[in-house]
């Protein structure tokens, strides 16, 4: 280990972490040492959103942010949206709307697809279209996307007013 490495400690997925980690270090790098593998490093730049991870409830592109600035941080990673063994409804709207086809970009759009949803719960066409530009899908599954953000919306907004009333 080296000399400049710092211990961190956060919440991971509502664990405690404690990790030695160097300057250089990326959150996804530190994510993925935990051995959870749903974020992923694609770009390397923060341009395509698969290294999607949450902060503290903001969504962050993980393969730049720096590892050290989540020490006393909640994070959350794609994994923390199943419970007891069910999908969110974001989960299992991507799935039946056959929005992933090699499924390496699905998690950080589903991250971002479950931030939007809990900014607005019926966004617009557009509004989704807006809100997921900074995550690519090089399989071109779009189309599908869009469709699962407004299937789970539906969904998540049925399952809030039958529990309101």
């Keep these: 280990m080296s000399t400049t490495s710092t211990l961190i400690q956060f919440r991971l997925n509502g664990e405690p972490v404690a990790r030695h980690v160097e300057a250089y270090n990326t959150l996804v790098e530190v994510v993925r040492d935990c051995g959870l593998h749903g974020a992923r490093e694609s770009c390397g730049q923060g341009l395509c959103g698969c290294c999607t ?34 999908l969110d409804p974001v989960q299992q709207a991507f799935i039946d709307a056959g929005a992933f086809q090699c499924g390496f970009c699905t998690p950080g759009f589903i991250l971002m697809s479950r931030q939007l949803l809990a ?26 996307i869009i469709k699962a953000v407004q299937l789970a919306g539906l969904r998540m907004r049925a399952a809030s007013n039958a529990n309101a009333s």
């Design 119 to 144: 900014q607005n719960p019926d966004p617009s066409e557009h509004e989704i279209r807006h809100y997921l530009a900074g995550n690519l899908c090089r399989c071109g599954a779009y189309p599908e």
């Design 53 to 86: 991870v949450v902060v503290d409830g903001k969504a962050v592109t993980g393969c730049i942010y720096p590892a050290m600035h989540a020490d006393g941080c909640n994070v959350a990673t794609v994994e923390s949206l199943e419970k007891d063994g069910e």
